[in-house]
């Protein structure tokens, strides 16, 4: 996964200088927001010079997914207040991905710390290097900032083999996305996180009274 987010911050150290900004922010960027989609949305925002309110709102819809993550990620293994800290921090997609699946149930606190902190050096290094490289690339290169949205369907359909005996939550999401794109297209991901969090209330609700009528 590490060595997979190399090429990915090549493409998001390129985007940076391609939108006319030096190459120093992909460093600044990656070390201290370490935020992956939300960085290449930040991009943008900061090209245009949108206002701080504006980024903080974008900010807020692109990463409440993690408010999910906090459910089953597993800080409770992470020992020390400075550690839980920067474990808290750099709780990414990738981070939350593998280290909630079924072989990483008897891992430490501390491997799971030292990966988070080897996968946020890649993303660093492999941004920097796409940084100082962007002018070597044409602007007629497209398709770099596509990048994240490839490995997070990776990351899907290793999650989908990992919990093949849960096969209606990833439909459930599907769904919801689908219905969020119909429906509210200029809000579609607040939309599809809404819609999903219906959906797993009502099917808990749902297999719960179905329990206690057995």
């Given at each position: 996964?590490?060595?997979?987010?190399?090429?990915?911050?090549?493409?998001?150290?390129?985007?940076?200088?391609?939108?006319?900004?030096?190459?120093?922010?992909?460093?600044?960027?990656?070390?201290?927001?370490?935020?992956?989609?939300?960085?290449?949305?930040?991009?943008?925002?900061?090209?245009?010079?949108?206002?701080?309110?504006?980024?903080?709102?974008?900010?807020?819809?692109?990463?409440?997914?993690?408010?999910?993550?906090?459910?089953?990620?597993?800080?409770?293994?992470?020992?020390?207040?400075?550690?839980?800290?920067?474990?808290?921090?750099?709780?990414?997609?990738?981070?939350?991905?593998?280290?909630?699946?079924?072989?990483?149930?008897?891992?430490?606190?501390?491997?799971?710390?030292?990966?988070?902190?080897?996968?946020?050096?890649?993303?660093?290094?492999?941004?920097?290097?796409?940084?100082?490289?962007?002018?070597?690339?044409?602007?007629?290169?497209?398709?770099?900032?596509?990048?994240?949205?490839?490995?997070?369907?990776?990351?899907?359909?290793?999650?989908?083999?990992?919990?093949?005996?849960?096969?209606?939550?990833?439909?459930?999401?599907?769904?919801?996305?689908?219905?969020?794109?119909?429906?509210?297209?200029?809000?579609?991901?607040?939309?599809?996180?809404?819609?999903?969090?219906?959906?797993?209330?009502?099917?808990?609700?749902?297999?719960?009274?179905r329990t206690s009528h057995a």
């Amino acid at each position: 996964m590490g060595l997979g987010l190399v090429p990915l911050g090549v493409a998001f150290g390129v985007v940076v200088t391609q939108s006319g900004l030096a190459w120093w922010w992909a460093s600044a960027f990656t070390a201290l927001i370490y935020a992956g989609s939300f960085e290449f949305v930040l991009v943008g925002l900061v090209a245009a010079v949108a206002p701080l309110g504006t980024i903080a709102l974008t900010a807020f819809l692109v990463n409440i997914r993690h408010v999910f993550y906090t459910l089953s990620f597993p800080l409770h293994r992470v020992n020390g207040r400075l550690a839980k800290t920067y474990s808290t921090f750099a709780l990414t997609d990738e981070a939350y991905a593998l280290t909630t699946g079924e072989h990483a149930r008897s891992w430490s606190g501390r491997r799971i710390l030292w990966l988070q902190l080897f996968m946020h050096l890649y993303w660093v290094v492999g941004a920097t290097a796409g940084g100082l490289l962007g002018s070597l690339i044409p602007d007629s290169v497209t398709g770099l900032d596509f990048a994240l949205t490839a490995l997070f369907t990776v990351l899907a359909l290793d999650a989908i083999r990992d919990r093949h005996d849960d096969l209606p939550t990833p439909v459930l999401a599907l769904l919801s996305a689908l219905a969020a794109r119909l429906l509210f297209p200029a809000e579609m991901l607040p939309a599809a996180f809404a819609f999903f969090t219906v959906g797993l209330l009502a099917r808990h609700l749902t297999a719960r009274t179905r329990t206690s009528h057995a």
